[in-house]
């Protein structure tokens, strides 16, 4: 059946009796190729009916598909013709793990964060109703992602539509991890078809039973859904928002989701289609342990085992022991994630002090100010949120913690470039964001044993500190140069003369490397440690401008309001006599590949970095 799906509506081409045989060869073909690329695999099992029944009833690209996340949209790239795309899934000029408008027009809304489908879908309803143009929107929110108040002030918003707007709930009681909150267990009571099915018997036998009431009580009861609804589920969230509710509707069942999607299309005003799927459908590793395989690297198929181990600690590893450690002696620490508790390392602090940890759903911006909370009530609390995540949070830094110097510490992980997750992911703004905020510190270790003394140091500090560090495997070398942390003081590593490499961060790694290179061509190289991005160490720039005729400066941070940029503004504002070259990368979005790929590509590996300083410093001897 697949091959017969070459592109777009092929799929209403099929008989009836062949979709069940197509759904399981998408089964199958997603296991198979994710096992080898590595994907979100988990929550793409467990839409496949659904992806399919939203392409039997609607017509693309003329209709509106948006994903919520885009983690879950491999069913629809198969299903929109992109199946041979699945062989560079995420890999550098390969397909994307994602939505894109410029992979498909079947593609209506870039996504990658959590939480954005119903206001883009709202946009588009409006659009279309403003142009007169005719066609559905659909916007396919997880249950994680409802928990994110950006869907609440999109549903909100969206209760005032007179036209037909749907929205689907793909609730699998799952976000990465176990969802969390009361909209996960409001979900769940309405989930729960026994308790539906039970108190709908359990209120017509009722009525039965009472005198008078009489039978065309019940019999209107039967009829009017939402009204037995309105028995059953107090509250009734969306009914009573103006938001038609339909469902639960079990969501592997594809005449009955094609029935209900039908039946959605013809109602005039918002309407919230509720589907229950299982994460991880059809492949037992992965409905067994969906959070394993939620997003998850190479694997073997039939044991369900990562290809490659782990060989090193990461640097989440790393934040994970050293808050741990911390947290024993110190009872204030807090922990607050935003969804992310495997993610950011949080997983053995949340067993050993349940009480100080907080997940608080996908909800940045309110983990933020929560932080802020209860750093003011007096504890000491520590955000731990990747890096492009917590761009979602940059008013709350401002305004409720920068401006009255609160001491949260901002554990950043995937700090830089991340992968194969791509434009969305990659956290490369965040030096340029945080380092623009009065009274915030913000640091970057060069190794593992940096990034334990700087948590350390931040939890002592009596303000606001970020310390940014990347994915994956932490640097292990160097061990003998661990000085002290001192506030806004680099970190000498060798001094020379002629030229300075300053790197920030986990870019030591490769100015180690780009040193050997310049040694090794004949130049002497000073390697400085920068640690502070803010406050940056001028002292330390004065003295190399004195005997340096290049200062470069290394970092995996967007060039614009960068680490570089802010030295090239001190050498200036100080009018030193030394050429200053930001190395960082383009003012631009940075695709999907490997991190060694995308350095090479954008000109910050090692090799391309020791090219730009050797030929600037030529140019300069002139
Ligand atoms: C703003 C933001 N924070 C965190 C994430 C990380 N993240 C990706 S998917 C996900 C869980 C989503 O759960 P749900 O919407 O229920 O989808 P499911 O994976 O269960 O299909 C999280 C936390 C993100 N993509 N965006
Ligand atoms: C879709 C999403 O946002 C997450 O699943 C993300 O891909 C996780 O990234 P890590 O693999 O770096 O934890
Ligand atoms: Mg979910």
């Given at each position: 059946m697949l091959e017969r799906i070459q592109k777009a509506n092929d799929i209403k081409n099929l008989k009836k009796e062949e979709l069940p045989v197509l759904a399981e060869e998408i089964r199958e073909f997603l296991v198979e190729t994710v096992s080898k690329t590595g994907g979100h695999l988990a929550s793409n099992l467990g839409v496949i009916e659904l992806t399919m029944a939203m392409h039997l009833v609607f017509q693309m690209p003329e209709d509106k598909i948006i994903?919520?996340?885009?983690?879950?949209?491999?069913?629809?790239?198969?299903?929109t013709g992109r199946k041979d795309g699945f062989e560079n899934l995420r890999k550098y000029g390969g397909m994307s793990g994602f939505p894109k408008r410029k992979e498909s027009d079947c593609d209506a809304f870039d996504t990658g964060h959590s939480s954005t489908s119903i206001s883009a879908g709202l946009g588009y309803v409006r659009a279309r109703d403003l142009k007169g143009e005719d066609y559905s929107v659909i916007s396919v929110i997880g249950d994680g992602s409802m928990t994110g108040g950006m869907a609440f002030e999109a549903l909100n918003n969206a209760s005032q539509l007179n036209s037909n707007f749907i929205i689907v709930l793909n609730d699998n009681h799952m976000s990465i991890s176990e969802n969390v909150?009361?909209?996960?267990?409001?979900?769940?009571?309405?989930?729960?078809?026994?308790?539906?099915?039970?108190?709908?018997?359990?209120?017509t036998t009722t009525l039965e039973k009472i005198p008078k009431v009489g039978d065309s009580l019940i019999e209107q009861i039967r009829r009017t859904k939402s009204s037995i609804k309105q028995l059953i589920v107090p509250g009734m969230f969306f009914e009573d928002m103006g938001i038609t509710y339909l469902g639960p509707v079990k969501g592997h069942d594809l005449p009955t989701l094609c029935r209900v999607f039908s039946e959605a299309r013809r109602i005039e005003g918002p309407v919230l289609v509720?589907?229950?799927?299982?994460?991880?459908?059809?492949?037992?590793?992965?409905?067994?342990?969906?959070?394993?395989?939620?997003?998850?690297?190479?694997?073997?198929?039939?044991?369900?085992?990562?290809?490659?181990?782990?060989?090193?600690?990461?640097?989440?590893?790393?934040?994970?022991?050293?808050?741990?450690?911390?947290?024993?002696?110190?009872?204030?620490?807090?922990?607050?994630?935003?969804?992310?508790?495997?993610?950011?390392?949080?997983?053995?602090?949340?067993?050993?002090?349940?009480?100080?940890?907080?997940?608080?759903?996908?909800?940045?911006?309110?983990?933020?100010?929560?932080?802020?909370?209860?750093?003011?009530?007096?504890?000491?609390?520590?955000?731990?949120?990747?890096?492009?995540?917590?761009?979602r949070a940059y008013d709350q830094i401002i305004h409720d913690v920068g401006l009255q110097k609160l001491p949260v510490v901002f554990a950043v992980d995937r700090a830089g470039l991340v992968g194969s997750d791509g434009e969305t992911h990659q956290g490369i703004f965040d030096l340029s964001f945080l380092s623009s905020i009065p009274n915030m510190t913000v640091m970057s270790p060069k190794h593992k044993w940096e990034l334990a003394d700087m948590l350390r140091f931040a939890l002592k500090s009596d303000g606001p500190v970020a310390i940014r560090y990347p994915r994956g495997?932490?640097?292990?070398?160097?061990?003998?140069?661990?000085?002290p942390i001192e506030y806004g003081k680099s970190e000498m590593i060798c001094e020379e003369s002629g030229i300075a490499l300053i790197s920030m961060g986990h870019m030591f790694e490769e100015a180690v490397k780009v040193r050997k290179n310049l040694k090794d061509a004949g130049y002497s190289c000073t390697l400085v440690n920068g640690r502070f991005v803010k406050p940056i160490d001028e002292e330390c720039i004065a003295r190399l401008a004195k005997n340096h005729k290049l200062i470069a400066v290394l970092e995996e941070n967007v060039i614009t309001g960068g680490y570089g940029m802010q030295v090239l503004e001190c050498a200036a504002r100080k009018?030193?006599?030394?050429?200053?070259?930001?190395?960082?990368?383009?003012?631009?979005?940075?695709?999907?590949?490997?991190?060694?790929?995308?350095?090479?590509?954008?000109?910050?590996?090692?090799?391309?970095?020791?090219?730009?300083?050797?030929?600037?410093?030529k140019e300069l001897q002139i």
């Open positions: 994903w919520d996340v885009g983690h879950q949209s491999y069913t629809h790239k198969i299903l909150g009361g909209m996960s267990r409001y979900l769940a009571k309405i989930r729960t078809a026994d308790f539906y099915t039970g108190l709908k018997k359990g209120v509720h589907v229950l799927t299982k994460k991880g459908k059809g492949y037992t590793p992965a409905e067994e342990h969906p959070g394993k395989f939620h997003g998850i690297s190479p694997f073997d198929i039939a044991t369900g085992e990562v290809s490659e181990k782990k060989k090193k600690d990461t640097y989440t590893d790393v934040f994970g022991k050293v808050m741990c450690a911390e947290a024993k002696e110190n009872p204030d620490i807090t922990a607050i994630t935003a969804a992310m508790e495997d993610g950011t390392g949080l997983s053995r602090f949340h067993s050993m002090f349940p009480d100080r940890f907080f997940d608080v759903g996908i909800a940045e911006e309110h983990a933020v100010t929560f932080a802020a909370g209860l750093a003011a009530g007096g504890m000491r609390p520590v955000v731990a949120v990747y890096s492009s995540f917590l761009q495997a932490a640097y292990d070398q160097y061990v003998e140069y661990r000085a009018q030193l006599s030394c050429h200053v070259l930001p190395i960082a990368l383009p003012d631009n979005y940075v695709e999907h590949g490997s991190v060694e790929v995308l350095r090479k590509e954008t000109g910050i590996d090692a090799q391309s970095v020791t090219e730009k300083i050797m030929e600037t410093y």
